[in-house]
Nanobody, 119 residues
């Protein structure tokens, strides 16, 4: 299983970034996907999640209306579009895959990509 995030960087407040997560080594179309983040000195938190088909999404209150999660099951990619970025969005962003098989839950994480929002 491999999850590789990309698209992070340094931007100014109000700007946008789009993160991508390339998945391989498992049945992507059967897996729920999520984006988490860990800010300096804070616990890792869920940012957004999307169901295996893309029909259901959920967001942290702090990003609702600004971030959008999507997926392309044909390309094994999941995205996080981040608009109107704020300094408090600064964090390492992680992609997570999870699925159930034979009654057991599996989850895997990517290495993370740094997002820095600063003027």
């Amino acid at each position: 299983v491999q999850l590789v995030e990309s698209g992070g960087g340094s931007v100014q407040p109000g700007e946008s970034l789009k993160l991508s997560c390339a998945a391989s080594g498992f049945t992507f179309g059967s897996s729920g996907m999520s984006w988490y983040r860990r800010a300096p000195g804070k616990e890792r938190e869920l940012v957004a999640g999307i169901s295996s088909t893309g029909g259901s999404t959920n967001y942290a209150d702090s990003v609702k209306g600004r971030f959008s999660i999507s997926r392309d099951n044909a390309k094994n990619l999941v995205y996080l579009q981040m608009n109107s970025l704020k300094p408090e969005d600064t964090a390492v962003y992680y992609c997570k895959a999870e699925w159930a098989s034979w009654g057991k839950m599996y989850d895997y994480w990517g290495q993370g990509t740094q997002v820095t929002v600063s003027s």
